[in-house]
């Protein structure tokens, strides 16, 4: 994996990690929060209204801004979950990759052994040469190893060591875990990515609208200064 190295202890399948928010999402909850304290103010207050009616921001305008505030914030709390996934994801496919390699480390030692003088069998099961540190082309490396591990007489010879047919199928499932996982891995990227962007448009969205509100309700205000601190101006 290309970043951080699989934790020593691996994650408790059975707890649930708690979430926390980052500097950056922090801030951006906080701002949209403000966003919606000020608007619904705005809405509640029927004389105030009434100064920003005339430029356009009725209670239907103003509902619109709280629209996408409610939806940056959904935007912000899915990009969270979004990150999260991944990072548990990631986590997942280091601990598979891990058990895979390790598990074929371990049966290249004992096939080593076993086939000390035959250079052919050894060759067949991966025996001699280096282990590729590629994912993709170690999981055909030693898939193509455990395939014909199972070959007469080469089985033969490896049962008397723990590897029969069984185990030579275990093996091979931890290929395929590793696999499995690495692909929900690259998907929670995309997943993350996307989400990402989502949350900067909605963030964007609702920042450009407040930007306009704000002018125009200074104007709006500028004689009532105990409103323009309800709205925070």
């Known amino acids: ?9 691996p994650p408790d399948p059975n ?12 801030e951006l909850i906080n701002r949209i929060n403000e966003y919606s304290l000020r608007l619904t103010a705005a809405k509640n207050n029927a004389a105030l209204l009434a ?10 305008a103003i509902d619109e801004g709280l629209s996408l505030a409610a939806a940056a914030q959904a935007a ?16 997942s496919a280091q601990a598979a990759e891990t058990a ?31 282990v590729p540190t590629d994912q993709q082309k170690f999981f055909s490396f030693a898939g193509g190893a455990y395939e014909a591990a ?18 030579l199928q275990a093996e091979s499932d931890r290929l395929t875990a590793m696999n499995d996982a690495i692909a929900a891995f690259r998907t929670a990227e995309d997943c993350k990515a996307d989400a990402t962007r989502q949350r900067n448009v909605a963030v964007k ?3 450009r609208w407040w930007a ?20 925070g101006l």
């Open 76 to 91: 912000v709390r899915a990009c969270e979950a979004a990150i999260a996934d991944r990072k548990q994801a990631r986590t």
């Open 150 to 167: 199972q070959r007469r007489p080469l089985i033969t010879a490896l049962t008397k060591r723990g590897y029969d047919a069984t185990a």
């Open 1 to 9: 994996m290309a970043d951080n190295a699989v934790p020593d202890v």
């Open 205 to 207: 969205a609702v920042d």
């Open 212 to 231: 306009e509100f704000k002018a125009v309700a200074e104007v709006c205000l500028k004689d009532y200064p105990q409103w323009k601190g309800e709205l």
């Open 100 to 130: 895979a390699r390790s598990g074929f480390d371990d049966f290249r030692k004992i096939a080593q052994g076993v086939f000390k003088e035959d250079a052919d069998a050894k060759s067949a099961v991966k025996a001699i040469g280096r």
């Open 15 to 26: 707890t649930t990690p708690k979430r926390t928010h980052s500097a950056q999402d922090q």
């Open 51 to 60: 100064l920003l009616q005339p430029r356009g921001y009725d209670a239907a």
